[in-house]
């Protein structure tokens, strides 16, 4: 990454670009530094981009001492995010397609969603949720395929007031039990069946086997997607499609206190369960509406795409709220990029006439290995902005999207952010900002990054350095606590650097002053821009019988971005077997779900340890990596020799 930045090369924004965007160069300088030097002032004309039942008087009341961290913004205004999703744009735009929904099979027809129906299904799915006694603060777990129903699903939430938890449909039961645990839910939203690229998860039959160890009161509704047998309990299990046909279109917003929480998104961290994310009502939807709109130079009558699953915060912030609070119309894709063939994402780009395209660096590798032919055949001449999100993009398939795909005349808005974050905070503007590949660039308004030394914390003034990711001071979008456990939010963000919020990325202020993110610094892993904490994995391979000790850390892989690399440690008089690594990878899958799954897995007699018993995963990274040249000091290990034997064994990952 430090050898990219110092030779990147530098794209400017096209005059067109910089003449038409919602934000040039000078407007992004006098915006940047009034939101950093009147913070209260510029949120609060901000602010007015969402419509309030009650407006707000105090903007921002923020406190990150450890021991009394607290976040709130906007705090005594209401307003409800369904309505300002959804009721304020009837009037002009109730016939305006609001989700454009692509199925999995490009031979199903596309559905075009008017703003009206969109009311109308919302209502009857918010009035379901009310018969199936839900009401304000009762948390729902939704666990769908990519479908018109989820994002009902989770508008109806939001329009009664209730928190929504969605759960990506390719975790395990056991994953999906945890959560509808940990977040007390009352009912659970799912379909019969996820069809994905030709193939159908059984979701229903999962929340079967989760609903198994959870409460006894908590109840199911089925969406039916494929119409697929399922088996039925009475009383538990309700039909969607049934309750809808007879259930009111009409159903008054809840009016919501602007720091009412609105969802809950579990993820993934370095130590530990996943981490119930909290996001509240007012903030979030400020943010999430203001940065797609500008970081996506979204205007009206755009046709606006992003690939992510609603499962992910990349869904929730830029394919429901941010989109829909701006009256955009948002496409749903239900599949995946290579089915049918690897020309699927173009062919829906030249099918709805897409303008801004949003995707993930590990489709756009896994694409570009298919050959320029399958984006060649299609007529991708409506795009006008092409963006990515999860993990840092490598130059090489930075240049290829934009040349293959944006035809060297679309911007490339590489978004850096984070669940927790609740929108972009760093990216290029399209209008405002140089490109170059690989780097997030600049701030959004309201983030003032600091580059910290990781030992000591002390602030990296300068340019040209590198260091640990903070931000100094709150902005709207961000996480209020995590569920259930304040104390863990503390710990996590605010205790290693006093005063700061700690990203847990690593960071180089380049010679010009923008920024790369330069990955994870934690034991969090990127696999396909999905989070992975390495100690969930490690638990789910010592929850075996067989093995003893596990550790787990990333090493680089050409589509992936990270692979899942696994130290194990058998029990006593375990044979190590083919048939067992099989056996752990099919474990692992099923404990948590298939991006989970090892990619390698060595068999290892013993760990590198400090005399104090802890796993120096220092080592093992580096071993990973191949780069056993540079282990640093080993000699605090209780026992040098197993090093030597970790390399000798070490996997090959061609
Ligand atoms: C939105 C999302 C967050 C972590 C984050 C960082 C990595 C995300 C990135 C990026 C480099 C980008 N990340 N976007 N790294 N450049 N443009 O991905 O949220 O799933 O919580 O992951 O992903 O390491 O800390 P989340």
Redesign the pocket.
Known sequence: MSDASTTAKTYPPSADMAAKAHVNAAKYAEMYARSLSDPEGFWREHAGRVDWMTPFTKVKDVDYTLGQVSIKWFEDGTLNVSANCIDRHLETRGDQTAIIWEPDSPSDPALHITYRELHTSVCKMANVLKDLGVSKGDRVIIYMPMIPEAAYAMLACARIGAIHSIVFAGFSPDALAARVNGSNAKVVITADEAPRGGRNTPLKSNADQALLHTADDVKLLVVKRTGGQTTWIDGRDFDYNALAAEASADCVPEEMGAEDPLFVLY?SGSTGQPKGVVHTTGGYLVYAAMTHEITFDYHDGDIYWCTADVG???GHSYIVYGPLANGATTLMFEGVPTYPDASRFWQVCEKHKVNQFYTAPTAIRALMGQGNEFVEGCDLSALRLLG??????NPEAWTWYNEVVGKGTCPIV???????TGGHLMTPLPGAHSMKPGA?MKPFFGIKPVVLEPASGAVIEGNDVEGVLCIADSWPGQMRTVWGDHDRFEKTYFSDYAGYYF???GCKRDADGDYW?T??VDDVI?VS???MGTAEVESALVAHAKVAEAAVVGYPHDIKGQGIYCYVTLMNGEEPTEELRKELRTWVRTEIGPIASPDLIQWAPGLPKTRSGKIMRRILRKIAEDDFGALGDTSTLADPSVVDDLIENRMNKS
């Open positions: 993820t992910w915060v990349t990515t999100v999860g993990e840092p993009i590489d978004t850096w952010w984070q669940t927790e997030a990203t847990g990325d993110i990955g994870r990127n821009g999905h989070r």
